[in-house]
């Protein structure tokens, strides 16, 4: 599984509606400014039971839900909806959320899910991907999950890629900056399977697997192709030698590749460990967590202050 850091470009959207339940007036004004900029219709609803009375009359091609309510609120709107529209298209944005929350989103295909802190530019993404599958299906399918290990097989396709990656966003419980370390490598590493494992093909499937014990987060990786040998592969950054960091760009241009390949050397730089297997086309990513600092008994007050609030 060579690496792979291909951008999401975005097409201009055709003209859509989207339907948008009310998130309060900062994330209200980010979300309007997104779709407005996409030159897109928005409907407005106050609440989920709003959102049940008007898809019965009308059709939308996306519904964002809002931060008000729960993950575990929405995921039970989005099974009431599939009765009336099967195909509707769901982002769901919760202020409140648990991995429970994010799994049973996946299973009941959700297209993304957001809770606090993100970026307007990650929903933006989001947005233009819901709108631009011209014949949207899941892709991702849950093998079996617990709030522990998830197992999962993947689409190799692109837009697959990045909507995993949001959902392991969503669903982490790591502290955030190892949170983000662990979601850049293993994007790095499922766009390298699905590109030079699954050659992008969406007939192929990429197996996927999270397991988060206490001090630990492993990532796995198996892609359907026959695999490499690290050593032998010229074209990755990892190959250069110490004294030529570059040589591999010679090598991608010889071969016609597109630039690239630093992905195995990052993903190694954001992990602890990343080992593969004897044929290397099924990767492990290793994240080992420090263990609490204990209370100092010497300290008058150790209550742990509260993260601010993200509206």
Known sequence: MPAASTPLVREPLPQKTVLVVDSGPKVNAMINRVLNDAGLTIHRAVDNKTVLSLVKENSFDLIVTGQK?????????????????????????????????????????????????????????????????????????????????????????????????????????????????VVAAFHEILLNAIEHGGHFDRSQYAEVGFVRARRLMICRVKDPGQGFSLEEVRHLAASSSPQDLLSHIRVRDELGLRPGGFGVMLAKKLVDELIYNEQGNNVLLLKYLDPPARPDPNTKNNAPVSPPIHN
Not at 71 to 76: K, L, N, Q
């Open 69 to 181: 309510t729960s993950g575990r609120e929405d995921v039970e709107l989005l099974h009431a909806i599939r009765n009336s529209r099967p195909q509707v298209r769901m982002i769901i944005l919760a202020d409140e959320s648990t991995p429970a929350d994010v799994i049973n989103a996946v299973r009941a295909g959700a297209f993304s899910y957001f809770c606090p802190p993100y970026t307007p530019g990650g929903f933006v993404d989001i947005v233009h991907l819901a709108l631009m599958q011209p014949a949207w299906d899941d892709g991702i399918e849950i093998v079996s999950a617990t709030t522990s290990w998830v197992r999962l097989i993947v689409r190799c396709d692109l837009a697959t890629a990045n909507r995993l990656v949001q959902f392991l966003r969503a669903g982490s419980t790591l502290p955030e900056a190892e949170k983000e370390d």
